[in-house]
């Protein structure tokens, strides 16, 4: 897996839990996280684990 990927991944998981938290599930959070997970794989933002990820503007 490279780390565009677990990036992604990361965000997914990070949705899951935000939509299984019985009555108090953050949907607003998740559409979020499912958004930035888009862009990391259009390539229009940097993963969490990619090179210079801290360094994108």
Do not use: P
Not at 23 to 35: I, K, P, S, T, Y
Not at 41 to 52: M, V, W, Y
């Amino acid at each position: 897996m490279n780390d565009k990927e677990l990036s992604v991944w990361t965000y997914l998981n990070e949705v899951d839990y935000c939509l299984q938290r019985g009555e108090g599930f953050d949907v607003e959070r998740a559409l979020n996280f499912l958004q930035i997970a888009e862009e990391i794989l259009s390539g229009t933002r940097k993963g969490d684990f990619e090179e210079d990820f801290l360094h994108h503007d």
